[in-house]
């Protein structure tokens, strides 16, 4: 009999697969490109984790994805060239990558009777601005955007309204994603995306077993934190890194949720390890060899219960990756509108989890909101991505 118990607080929850991290081992909701998918989700981890510190971390690459997709929609030139190759989608024929992701949102977004996915798209339009038909077309048949026009110059009615839509999109549980301030009279355009998982484990814990535990942090201070536990038939396994060190162990658990399409992945350093160990050797690869591996035994359980909400700033972040230009002025967003005149200014994510006895519940707003620079008097005028789920780094 195995036996997890997590009384050191690092640790590294992969999933709700697919919306927290990307579809991967624990989703068989679509035949995606492995190299296409998990490699975006760890590269878009270890920008987040080397600028995040000490902090938790919340993101969803699957929403990254869509929110980029939508802009690559418009984009020509090296502004186009920058999002596949970060994305991972050069490698794949001219616009495939549309197909790709209107399949996979497609298939995520099919009546489950285990758990509920909902994933919605939407444009925000400047009135009184002519935007390329042909775009506004494939975004209808890529990314079922719906299309709105509004007069940015009233910043806090537009904020008030497309903060309404998120939060409808995802059960209230995204407030607040954007502010008066994202917006002005030179904002065009603001594309926004929105996801909602709920799930219910397979195996679900038992409210009376949960204890409060205290938690011992990497610096060294105590936390108080209700530990659900469970004893039960799960894929489990421990693997090495392959160095001599303490460190070099780890436990890995997949806890499925109803109907067993999707799954959380928890990677638990041996418990005097901290989890900057952890981080450096996390690779696509990796991922995939524990999930494949790991086997159903008997598991004693301790998991904490938890509900965590973060907003990050990623433009820094998605540059770091090497999508620059549409940051600039050097922007080529010409195929959304006449010109050359659009750049993307700041990006964005706020994401939510809540893990409890029953099961978990995420979700994440995303949008991009484009200004024309001809217009631009001042630098802090700024766009917005706000982004999703995946990584959740404990």
Not at 156 to 170: R, S
Not at 200 to 206: E, G
Not at 237 to 245: A, M
Not at 323 to 342: E, Q, V, Y
């Amino acid at each position: 009999m195995k036996f997890i118990k997590a009384l050191k607080i690092p640790m590294l929850i992969i999933g709700l697969l697919p919306l927290l991290l990307w579809p991967g081992p624990g989703c068989r909701a679509a035949d995606i490109p492995e190299d296409t998918t998990a490699e975006f989700s760890v590269r878009l981890y270890h920008q987040l984790q080397a600028r995040g510190g000490d902090d938790n971390i919340i993101f969803s690459p699957l929403s990254v994805a869509v929110a980029l997709g939508m802009v690559e929609l418009g984009a020509r030139g090296a502004s186009l060239t920058q999002i596949r190759q970060a994305v991972g989608f050069s490698h794949l024929p001219t616009d495939e990558e549309f197909s790709l992701l209107q399949n996979l949102t497609g298939a995520l977004s099919e009546d489950d009777a285990h758990y509920i996915i909902r994933m919605a798209n939407s444009l925000f339009l400047q009135s009184g601005v002519t935007f390329n038909p042909e775009f506004l077309r494939l975004m209808k048949k890529y990314f079922g955007a719906e299309v709105e026009t509004v007069d940015f110059s009233e910043s806090a009615a537009v904020a008030e309204q497309i903060n309404g839509w998120v939060e409808n999109h995802t059960e209230s549980k995204i407030r607040d994603l954007l502010s008066a301030d994202d917006f002005s009279s030179v904002t065009q355009l603001t594309l926004v995306n929105a996801v909602y998982f709920r799930g219910s484990w397979k195996n679900q814990f038992r409210p009376e077993n949960t204890r409060t535990f205290s938690f011992s942090k990497d610096d060294g201070s105590e936390a108080q934190t209700h530990m659900m536990y469970q004893q039960g038939d799960f894929y489990y396994g421990e693997f090495s890194d392959g160095s001599s060190e303490a460190g070099g162990v780890y436990q890995v658990l997949e806890m499925p949720y109803e109907g067993e399409d999707m799954s959380m992945l928890v990677v638990l350093p041996r418990q005097e390890v901290p989890l900057a160990v952890l981080e450096p050797i996390i690779r696509a690869p990796l991922l995939e060899e524990w999930a494949n591996n790991v086997k159903r035994q008997k598991v004693e359980v301790y998991l904490p219960r938890f509900k965590v909400e973060q907003k990050v700033d990623l433009k820094e972040t998605l540059q770091d990756l090497g999508i620059k230009n549409i940051f600039t002025r050097d922007a080529d967003l010409s195929a959304m509108t006449d010109g050359k005149d659009l750049f993307i200014g700041k990006a964005v994510q706020k994401a939510y989890l809540e893990v409890t006895e029953e099961g978990a519940e995420g979700a994440a707003g995303s949008g991009m909101i484009a200004l024309t620079r001809t217009l631009v008097l001042s630098p802090q005028v700024m766009n917005v991505l706000s982004l999703s789920l995946p990584l959740c780094v404990l």
